[in-house]
């Protein structure tokens, strides 16, 4: 038996204005303080398909009760919503502006669009790269470093052995997964950073920067909305969430964390300020058969969904490009490597990470601001402890 699963949104903000959340059951227990008033979900839901360009081309509704301006947009095979707070004309012209960024990202970013630039490249093993992929690249190549290899962006023709690109899904056999797995090698790719040139070093190579382009594409809706004097908002970009600045009322933003059971509870609520929460987990994406559950994210090593012990890892950084790269590196790090790694980027970087057995695992920058009611070992900088 064979079954696919679409994604589902994880994350959800609490605060006084719209939030963007697919899959929301559930109801927040009034006695957890988690409070603040839920109003309007605007978007997502356990679908998959594209609602229609016509969503895509609305312009930002404002509301004069929250005096902020939102739109929702589908894009990178997931529901999005932006919203910035303030007088209408520059809330509505900032909102307006990140929706475009988002859809130019979009074509020029997808594995799947025939025409793309990284499509192109990867058809071609090599060639230009715009301004955007170049950065995005170098955060690639970096994290494939700090990583030891668990984090490789090359993992592109591994993704569509088994079926992930087109959701054609299939269990490939040992051999294939194993020719395959030979071209998965981030240290054979090229970058020429002075002529914005990529080469790859064995034919056959494909990169894919599904894991890294919401995050930087959020980063880049906060510039947007500095450029446009916008002092408060935020985004979520299929429950990738990146906050600009506070509330209005100077408070901070209150971030759910949706549980991998996904029975409308959640992991906690993290109170933050200008910073990205990103959320990877390997219940978003994945198909079953012969009652064995198969996700999207793939150990470099074995070519097979990661199994790390840790079901869930939520990143907080200032980046946001950073943080949706740390996030699926710290799913297939597991629980060791990922706080080495933060013992050395401790000043990047916190993290929320589930165990299997339910334990959560947070960093000590971030504790105080992490309410929950579950099992919390709080991970601390110095070793040995
Ligand atoms: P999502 O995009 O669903 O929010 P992630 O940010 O964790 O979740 O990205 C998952 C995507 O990253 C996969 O769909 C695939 O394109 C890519 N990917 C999978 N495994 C790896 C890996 N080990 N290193 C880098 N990218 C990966
Ligand atoms: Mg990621």
């Known amino acids: 038996m064979k079954r696919a699963v679409s994604r589902i949104l994880f994350a959800c903000i609490f605060s006084q204005i719209i939030s963007g959340c697919g899959g929301f059951t559930g109801n927040i227990p009034a006695d957890k303080g988690m409070a603040a ?34 739109r929702d947009v589908f894009a990178m095979d997931t529901y999005m919503s932006i919203t910035a707070y303030g007088e209408e004309t520059t809330a509505k012209k900032a909102v307006d502006e990140a929706a475009e960024e988002v859809e130019r990202l979009d074509k020029l970013l997808s594995t799947g669009s025939e025409g793309s630039e990284i499509s192109k490249i990867n058809e071609d093993g090599g060639g230009t790269l715009s301004e955007e992929s170049e950065e995005m690249m170098r955060y690639a190549l970096k994290l494939y470093q700090d990583t030891d290899g668990a984090y490789d962006i090359t993992i592109y023709p591994v993704m569509k052995l088994w079926g992930f690109d087109d959701q ?76 600009f600045g506070a509330k209005t009322d100077g408070s901070s933003w209150r ?15 993290l109170a933050v300020k200008d910073k990205a929460v990103i959320t990877s987990g390997g219940y978003e994406r ?20 990661a199994k790390s012990g840790i079901r ?26 990922a706080v080495r790694l933060w013992r050395n980027h401790s000043d990047e970087f916190d993290f929320i990470l589930m165990e299997d057995d339910g334990t959560l695992l947070v960093t000590e920058g971030i504790a105080d601001d992490f309410e929950t009611e579950r099992k919390v070992e709080v991970i601390t900088a110095s070793a040995g402890e």
Do not use: W
């Not at 797995?181 to 894919?208: P, Q, T, W, Y």
């Not at 994945?286 to 793939?298: A, K, L, N, S």
């Not at 699926?328 to 790090?333: D, E, I, P, Q, R």
């Open 286 to 305: 994945y198909f079953e058969e012969d009652g064995v559950i198969y996700h999207h994210i793939i150990d470099p090593l074995t070519g097979y969904p």
């Open 168 to 243: 054609d899904y299939r269990v490939p056999a040992e051999e294939e997964l194993k020719k395959t797995l030979e071209l998965v090698d981030a240290s054979e790719i090229d970058l020429d950073e002075k002529n914005n040139r990529i080469c790859f070093g064995k034919e056959g190579m494909a990169i894919d920067l599904g894991s890294i382009a919401k995050g930087f594409t959020s980063s880049r809706i906060m510039e947007i909305f500095e450029k446009n004097g916008i002092r408060s908002g935020l985004v979520n970009l299929g429950g990738n969430v990146q906050c």
């Open 37 to 70: 008033e839920k109003t309007n979900i605007t978007s997502g839901s356990e679908q998959s398909e594209d609602p229609g360009s016509g969503m895509n081309g609305l312009s930002a509704v404002y509301s004069e009760e929250s005096q902020s301006a939102s």
């Open 255 to 269: 971030v759910a964390i949706e549980t991998p059971e996904k029975d409308g509870n959640y992991l906690g609520i």
């Open 312 to 337: 869930s890892s939520t990143i907080v950084s200032d980046d946001g490009t950073l943080a949706d790269g740390l996030s699926t590196s710290l799913f297939v790090l597991g629980r060791e490597k």
